[in-house]
């Protein structure tokens, strides 16, 4: 990354504010040096990260010298006006000329505005209701009738329109722009009659909408999900982090007698700024899910579940662990939303506790190469290893960024908005990728045509391609960023380790979920311990069983998530641990189930009644984030810890639950709280041994196609929407609504191949699938892409595993 050069004085002007001088960088904005003396000028259409437009002219200043000894000759709009060296500026504070303006200002924009505060959403935090008192005149001389409207306008399922509150600020028009990319809102009219409006057959689809209603300076914009439903003075604001994904953006929870009500974004520079994802915005309805479990349940003889108390869940769970360890061993799959001192639990209490490496959290595809790539990468960066990775300011500052097997629209949002910035001010984007997204189109992406499968060929000859492609060799100030896809290509991990290397580019592993970089770190892998210590190494697990208080620990590498989900199948693993995982994710949905079902002893820990939890032996309800303290390792390696928002008696963290249960069993973890559990991570430091090479696969040869009867043979792609079929997301129905349309995308060749059906059919190893057809004018030929686990006519399943072809026909399945 390029490094700024030290501020010279000649960078710098001074500009003299209600009588006070300050020295401020030149092209600063007089609202801004304002800010630096401590005068605050009001202002409604004004925003740090949108670019100024002077629409409301609330913050109107004088100016008697503008630095040329010249007057200006009226009172100018500060939110536009750069500073120049020996300007004079007088605020409302100092000048009349100044006040009268703005209080001119304010009884314009009321003489329209309804007088209803004390039912606007907004009241008790409008800016226009502050300032009004503040900056405005203590009556008002307008005698008409006020302009009334039909409301609320749907601008889209979630976000609502009362036309007669709006100011015409913009802030709306120009977030969806400028940030987000989806300009589907605009002014419409003109005059008096100029409103925001949105075109008949295109609401207000955008994944950022939310974003609108909180930087909304008046109640012109609110939400389906929160309307009329609190006052904000009713509300008590905590501080949390999104537990969607793997970025780490920080939120604010409001909450009201003991219940959620509302989440917003927070404001940080470094992560998220001042934006988060519709999905980080509201889906939290699943916490307070009528299908929530609210008490230990342990399965009778009778073959039913009953109520248990927490003693006799831990004991009953300890004596069935006890027998399937000697039975044949017990399987711990974890899953991905954990925080990272649970995952830490999870690890411990497979060794201490169970006896194994049999531990898991990769519900998903996977592979052995994304194990090893997995312990180089927390071994060079992340908060064990003590140093950090990419960051959001990398990617800001970035020449060139190239993405493979990521689509951060969909899996990354917050990374998504940080490389719109970034391309909007210069920097390239590379997408190795079938075709050219939505989201990678909004960034301004260059495409690299890549067959899924392929990637690892096109990274070894991406170093070479890279000048022509981006106008520059890859070097130390480019990015290289690689979804957790990515483990589904033979070599391609390896690939972009060594482009990395021979380059010079950093190189950030970018999960889906929020626990999956932690995971790593705590090692809940079968290979690896915390901190990427391999668990073949003789010193590694010395120092993992000092610090664990035992005498030594399992030394066979044990089974990958797949293997342990076959191995419980086959009657092999007797016993399995199961901490929020859905069947539906894995790897092969249909084994899963079968593991489940031919298991003898299954303990699941659970938020909600679930598939596993009917299949459970022992069902233990764990805290959701808002009732525990934690923290989540995002994709930069950065910790995000958060404090429990809500204190629930019974309801208690996965640590907890683990450490009860390995207490009956007689193998004590040395915890039993959060602050506890970080104490002993930060004991076990860093280790700096050597690490087995990542194991390099021979290219696979394409999985047979399906015999065919008609219909072309196409390569399968996928990745999971932002909206799917995810359970954290159920309760919304705005934001449900808000979905993408389940399609399947194909290439002009294959779709004319077809006979240019309306519909398609998909046939794949474990089901058919039909689907509308979106033809996509950039997709490789031979591919057709399809949602994962997406809402359309039902949910939709993976049709086949990994690197699949599939026989595509037209019309619906006969």
């Known amino acids: 990354m390029t490094t700024t050069p030290e501020r010279t004085a000649t960078d710098l002007v001074t500009v003299t504010i209600d009588g006070v001088s300050v020295d401020v960088p030149k092209d600063t904005l007089v609202i801004r040096a304002a800010e630096q003396v401590g005068v605050q000028i009001p ?299 649970d995952a830490y639990a999870y690890s411990v209490f497979a060794r201490v506790a169970l006896g194994t490496n049999d531990v898991d959290f990769r519900a998903r595809p996977h592979s052995d190469e994304e194990t090893g790539f997995l312990g180089a990468h927390v071994a060079a960066s992340g908060p064990v290893a003590g140093r950090r990775g990419v960051t959001y300011g990398d990617l800001e500052g970035a020449r060139t960024v190239v993405l493979v097997g990521l689509e951060p629209e969909d899996e990354a949002g917050t990374i998504f908005l940080r490389l719109r910035k970034a391309s909007r001010k210069g920097t390239t984007v590379l997408s190795v990728a079938p075709y050219l997204t939505r989201g990678a189109d909004k960034v301004r992406a260059l495409l690299v045509p890549t067959a899924p499968g392929e990637e690892g060929a096109v990274l070894r000859g991406l170093a070479d391609r890279a000048e022509e492609l981006a106008g520059s060799a890859l070097g130390d100030q480019d990015v290289v960023l690689v979804g957790e896809r990515l483990a589904t290509s033979p070599g391609a991990l390896t690939a972009a380790a060594e482009l990395a290397a021979a380059t010079g580019a950093r190189l950030a592993w970018v999960p889906r979920r929020a626990g999956d970089r932690g995971a790593v770190e705590a090692g809940c892998l079968p290979t690896l311990l915390p901190g990427g210590r391999p668990v073949a190494d003789a010193s590694a697990r010395v120092d993992a069983a000092a610090a664990w208080g035992v005498g030594s620990l399992p030394e066979t590498p044990g089974r990958d998530a797949a293997a342990i989900a076959a191995a419980a199948a086959a009657g092999e693993l007797a016993g399995l641990v199961v901490g929020g995982v859905d069947p539906d994710d894995t790897t092969d949905p249909a084994t899963t189930r079968a593991a489940l079902a031919a298991a003898s002893f299954v303990v699941s820990l659970e938020l909600r009644a679930s598939e596993v939890t009917e299949h459970a032996d022992v069902v233990l309800p764990i805290a959701p984030v808002t009732d525990k303290a934690g923290s989540f390792v995002t994709w930069e390696g950065r910790v995000r810890p958060f404090d429990a928002v809500f204190t629930v008696p019974g309801s208690l963290p996965d640590l907890r639950v683990l450490a ?155």
């Open 43 to 341: 202002r409604f259409c004004d925003h740090p990260l949108l670019a100024p437009v002077g629409a409301c002219r609330q913050c109107l200043v004088d100016v008697p010298d503008a630095g040329n000894g010249r007057a200006l000759p009226k009172p100018q709009a500060s939110c536009t006006l750069p500073v120049a060296d020996g300007m004079v500026v007088n605020t409302q504070l100092t000048s009349g000329v100044a006040d009268k303006a703005q209080q001119g200002v304010m009884e314009l924009l009321l003489i329209n505005h309804p007088l209803d505060c004390p039912v606007c959403d907004k009241g008790g935090e409008c800016p226009l209701q502050n300032q009004a008192m503040s900056n405005g005149r203590g009556d008002s001389r307008f005698e008409g009738v006020k302009r009334t409207f039909p409301k609320p306008i749907h601008l889209s399922p979630q976000v609502l329109l009362d036309r007669e509150r709006c100011i015409v600020c913009q802030r709306c028009t120009r977030f969806a722009e400028e940030v987000a990319g989806d300009p589907f809102i605009s002014l419409v009219e003109r005059g008096a009659r100029q409103q925001i409006g949105i075109a008949e057959d295109a609401p207000f689809l955008s994944y950022f909408a939310g974003n609108t209603i909180q930087i909304c300076p008046v109640g012109a914009l609110t939400s389906e999900a929160y309307r009329f439903r609190s006052r904000p003075f009713d509300l008590v604001s905590s501080p949390g982090v999104a537990e969607h994904d793997a970025c780490g953006a920080a939120i604010r929870v409001d909450h009201r007698r003991g219940k959620v009500m509302r989440r917003l974004s927070g404001d940080d520079p470094e992560v998220n700024e001042e934006w988060i994802s519709d999905k980080d915005r509201f889906a939290f309805r699943y916490l307070t899910a009528t299908d929530r479990l609210p008490y230990p349940q342990v399965r009778g003889d009778d073959g039913v579940l009953h109520p248990a108390s927490w003693p006799e869940a831990f004991a009953v769970a300890a004596r069935g662990l006890a027998t399937a360890r000697a039975a044949g061993g017990v399987g711990v799959l974890t899953g991905g939303r954990l925080t990272f001192e």
């Open 660 to 814: 009860g249960i390995a207490e009956e069993l007689g193998t004590p973890l040395g915890f039993r709280t959060v602050d506890e559990a970080r104490d002993q991570i930060e004991a076990l430091g860093t280790w700096d041994g050597e690490r087995p090479a990542a194991p390099v696969p021979a290219p696979a040869a394409p999985p047979a196609a399906h015999p065919a009867s008609g219909g072309v043979v196409l390569a399968l792609s996928t990745w999971r929407q932002l909206l799917d079929g995810g359970s954290l997301q159920d309760g919304d129905d705005a934001l449900t609504q808000t979905r993408r349309p389940a399609v399947a995308r194909l290439g002009q060749t294959a779709y004319d191949a077809l006979g240019a059906p309306a519909e398609v059919t998909l046939h794949g190893d474990r089901g058919t699938l039909t689907l509308p057809v979106e033809v996509v004018r950039t997709m490789v030929d031979g591919v057709v892409w399809v949602p994962a686990r997406s809402v359309g006519r039902g949910l939709l399943a993976d049709l086949a595993g990994p690197g699949a072809r599939l026989r595509v026909t037209a019309g619906g399945a006969l």
